[in-house]
């Protein structure tokens, strides 16, 4: 079975910068898309970024500019850059790996327990 284990969040000052990291542990052979999105208090869940196999990126518009999104594939493992953070970016943001590829056939749609990244103003 597979996981995700997210790592990095934290508290930052407005401005600030973090790093999530996001392994996924398990009999893999390829994960097709892997993604993060977030859920703030009181809100629906969002997509932040997604990043496919070939390295294709997808951003909300509200973070365009100041996120990157990353993949090592051989380490099944994938990143965000969060740069330039903004109170209204705080919320528990969540690992996605979607179409993972094993020995068992194909995973779809897989979470992380999340993490949480609060920006103080």
């Known amino acids: 079975q597979v996981q995700l284990v997210e790592s990095g969040g934290g508290l930052v000052q407005a401005g600030g910068s973090l790093r999530l990291s996001c392994a996924a542990s398990g009999s893999i052979f390829r994960i097709n898309e892997m993604g993060w999105y977030r859920q703030a208090p009181g809100k629906q869940r969002e997509l932040v970024a997604v990043?496919?196999?070939?390295?294709?990126?997808n951003y909300a518009d509200s973070v365009k500019g100041r996120f990157t999104i990353s993949r090592d594939n051989a380490k099944n493992t994938v990143y965000l850059q969060m740069n330039s953070l903004k109170p209204e970016d705080t919320a528990v943001y969540y690992c996605n790996a979607d179409r993972i590829h094993g020995p068992h056939g194909v995973s779809y749609n897989t979470w992380g327990q999340g993490t949480q990244v609060t920006v103080s103003s």
């Open positions: 990043i496919t196999l070939g390295g294709y990126t």
